[in-house]
């Protein structure tokens, strides 16, 4: 299926708080934007509900025309080979059929579903810091840590969509349980509201304005309190073990890390660095770059597209 780089694809990034959507033209760009809260503690339907909204918007623009196909990234888990998704965060749907409720909504044009991790794995990728690498891990390190993988200048879903998921690679064998079933996972250790407990746990009280989010310790560490930087330090050790072990196996040249708590910057980056370079021995895997993701916020919208298109072969070569 090819269309140069005139068809258009409508995108959705489906999160525990926002639906959002947009039609995404063959160089990135967001030409109209709809979003919706995501219905909390609602059923299957009224959430499903939320989605109609955003895509019925989607489907009032003049430029509806020229849409060749529907991306979605959305919380996982996802399974794209029965296009099904049960997000941890949204508890209505579990087994969900959004790929047939989104085909049925959008008159049957091709949908791809892909977890919101490969998601902006296919942003960095096509538009961000990945731009050019032909193996790259890309994370997102937020309220969970997820990611995902290019592998031979290609976008590696794996048969589900969720490849690459590197915040349930366990790191700490006999680490606290996590959300998963596992057992000293990376998200166990360096999600945001982790490192914010790890702090908390050690002694560390919140500034005067009360932020005990990981921001909040991020405040306190670039003000040099031992006990902040101390979490965010082993917030690093465990994702430069994450990264190291997915080098390991499948030789990756370039980590790029967006999400709210990369937006600590050095606080994270320098100690994750330096981390790194000790787990990252081997020949093939040392010299790994750790780059910050470039995309933000759009990340989701701008990979749910990239990988439907990569996946149906619209606009060329532009999406790989």
């Known amino acids: 299926m090819h269309d140069g780089l005139a068809g258009l694809v409508a995108a959705l990034d489906i999160g525990g708080t926002k639906i959002a959507g947009a039609l995404v033209d063959g160089r990135g760009r967001l030409l109209l934007r709809a ?8 059923d299957g339907a009224t959430v499903m509900g939320a989605v109609a909204q955003v895509l019925d918007e989607l489907r009032r623009s003049a430029d509806w025309s020229r849409v060749r196909a529907a991306g979605i990234g959305s919380a996982g ?3 794209a080979s029965t ?9 209505g749907w579990r087994g969900f059929p959004l790929v047939a409720e989104v085909t049925r909504r959008i008159g049957g044009l091709p949908v791809v579903l892909v977890g919101d991790g490969v998601a902006m794995t296919a942003a ?5 810091a990945a731009r050019g690498r032909a193996n790259a891990l890309c994370m997102v390190v937020s309220t969970g840590v997820g990611g995902g993988l290019v592998l031979g200048g290609r976008l590696h879903t794996g048969p589900t969509g969720n490849a690459g998921h590197i915040g349930h690679i366990s790191v700490d064998l006999d680490g606290d349980p996590c959300a998963c079933g596992g057992r000293g996972c990376v998200e166990r250790i360096a999600s945001g509201p982790h490192i914010a407990r790890r702090a908390r746990e050690s002694g560390w009280r919140p500034g005067p304005d009360g932020d005990a989010s990981a921001a909040g310790v991020a405040v306190a560490a670039r003000a040099g309190d031992p006990l902040a930087l101390a ?19 499948v030789e990756i040249e370039v980590a790029v890390i967006g999400g709210g708590v990369a937006g600590a910057g ?52 532009a999406a790989s």
């Open 35 to 42: 979003q919706r809260p995501t219905p909390a503690h609602a």
């Open 77 to 79: 888990p996802v399974d």
């Open 83 to 91: 296009g099904t998704v049960s997000p941890v965060n949204v508890p």
């Open 124 to 128: 960095e990728h096509w538009r961000g």
């Open 231 to 249: 979490s965010f330090a082993r917030a690093a050790r465990a994702l430069a073990a994450g990264i190291a072990a997915t080098a390991t196996l």
């Open 266 to 317: 050095d606080i994270l980056f320098a100690p994750l660095r330096e981390q790194l370079r000790e787990y990252a021995t081997l020949s093939f895997t040392a010299g790994i770059e750790v780059v910050p993701a470039r995309l933000g916020g759009d990340a989701g919208l701008v990979g749910a597209a990239a990988a439907a298109a990569e996946a149906l072969g619209l606009w060329g070569t």
